[in-house]
């Protein structure tokens, strides 16, 4: 139980285009998700929480233009990187908090930017 | 906010001998800690977990434990193998409402047949 599917597992784009990764909660409803980032060889650094029906909460020097998150049910979160340039390639994860549990992580998304 | 210290960051050991890991956290109020393994490529997995209201958790091989007092918690892998070659990342969280876990910096683990 508690598992969270993340979409898409990798992206390649062009600069200056959009991208939306989704996770999914397949059998608990997750009231909230954290999305985090991680470049090669590094930690999973937090950008954002999102909680379902009100705005996300964005880390210390990311930007929530850039990176918009939606939390419109109580399954679904998505992370929408628009404009992307080069730097913004990364490893994407997505998790939710589990009650009682701890926490579950997404497969994690490769965004490549080209 | 919590700060996760994760030391060493590169660590090589033959295989069949232990592996130690530690973590010090900067947030009293912490009280759940996991340790995940990541592989290339994909999202990290729950090792093992342990709560404030326990000093030690074994599962076969591996082990963590906590020392609320000093801030430090330690994952403890015996009889290491070539297949237990990852990442290994320490977290913290005040496990509650919207508390994100925060990660140490990992540890890359070599098991050397």
């Known amino acids: 139980g508690a598992v969270v599917s993340q979409h898409p597992s990798w992206v390649i784009c062009k600069s200056g285009t959009s991208v939306k990764i989704e996770c999914r909660s397949l059998?608990?409803?997750?009231?909230?998700m954290f999305w985090y980032r991680q470049f090669p060889k590094q930690s999973l650094m937090l950008m954002a929480t999102?909680?379902?029906?009100?705005?996300?909460?964005?880390e210390q020097g990311v930007e929530k233009d850039k990176f918009l998150i939606n939390h419109a049910s109580l399954t679904l979160s998505t992370l929408t990187v628009t404009s992307a340039h080069p730097e913004d390639s990364s490893f994407y994860i997505c998790s939710a908090r589990i009650a009682n549990y701890g926490y579950t992580f997404g497969s994690g998304t490769r965004l490549t930017v080209v | 906010g919590e700060n996760v210290e994760q030391h060493p960051s590169t660590l090589s050991v033959q295989e069949g001998d232990s592996a130690v890991i530690k973590c010090t956290y900067s947030?009293?109020?912490?009280?759940?800690f996991p340790w995940y393994k990541q592989e290339l490529g994909k999202g990290p997995q729950l090792i093992i977990d342990i709560r404030s209201n326990v000093g030690e958790k074994k599962d076969q091989r591996i082990a963590v434990t906590l020392n609320k007092t000093a801030k430090h918690f330690s994952l403890h892998i015996t009889e290491t193998q070539p297949e237990d070659s990852a990442v290994y990342f320490c977290?913290?969280?005040?496990?509650?409402?919207?508390?994100?876990?925060?990660f140490g910096k990992g540890t890359r683990l070599s098991v050397i047949a």
């Open positions: 947030d009293s109020a912490s009280n759940y």
């Open positions: 059998d608990f409803q997750a009231t909230t």
């Open positions: 977290a913290a969280s005040r496990g509650a409402g919207n508390t994100p876990l925060v």
């Open positions: 999102s909680n379902e029906g009100s705005k996300a909460t964005y």
